[in-house]
Nanobody
Framework: EVQLVESGGGWVQPGGSLRLSCAASGFTFGSYDMSWVRQAPGKGPEWVSAIRSGGGPTYYSDSVKGRFTISRDNAKNTLYLQMNSLKPEDTAVYYC?????????????????WGQGTQVTVSS
C-alpha cells in the first residue's frame, strides 16, 4: 500500500524558512519522479515543484522559483521541500504526490496518491 506522510509544516513569519519532509512507503521510491502540490484557503490545488527519480533535474512553478528547493534522499525514501523567503501567499496545505504513470507534472488530475498534507501558515 502506497503511503505518503508529510511533516514539517507550521507557523512562520514572512521572510522565514521551513523544511517539509515526505516519508514514502509501499512503492519503489527511487524509481519515480515526485512532486509537491499546495492548496491555499478557498483556492484550488496548485502544482509547486517536481524532481526526477534520480534527484535531478528539478522543476518549479513561477510563484516559488528561486525561493523553494526540492530534493530527495532515495536511501531514506524521503522527499523534501526547503522553503525560504516565505510570503503570506505561501500559506497553504502542502501535499506530497505521486503519479504512477509519470506524466505531466502540472496535470493535477494525474496524481494517483496524495499524502494527508501539512499546514504552512505565513503571517506576522
Amino acid at each position: 500500500e502506497v503511503q505518503l506522510v508529510e511533516s514539517g509544516g507550521g507557523w512562520v513569519q514572512p521572510g522565514g524558512s521551513l523544511r517539509l519532509s515526505c516519508a514514502a512507503s509501499g512503492f519503489t521510491f527511487g524509481s519515480y519522479d515526485m512532486s509537491w502540490v499546495r492548496q491555499a484557503p478557498g483556492k484550488g490545488p496548485e502544482w509547486v515543484s517536481a524532481i526526477r527519480s534520480g534527484g535531478g533535474p528539478t522543476y518549479y512553478s513561477d510563484s516559488v522559483k528561486g525561493r523553494f528547493t526540492i530534493s530527495r534522499d532515495n536511501a531514506k525514501n524521503t522527499l523534501y521541500l526547503q522553503m525560504n523567503s516565505l510570503k503570506p501567499e505561501d500559506t497553504a496545505v502542502y501535499y506530497c504526490v505521486l503519479d504512477l504513470d509519470q506524466g505531466d507534472y502540472v496535470d493535477l488530475s494525474a496524481y494517483d496518491y496524495w499524502g494527508q498534507g501539512t499546514q504552512v501558515t505565513v503571517s506576522s
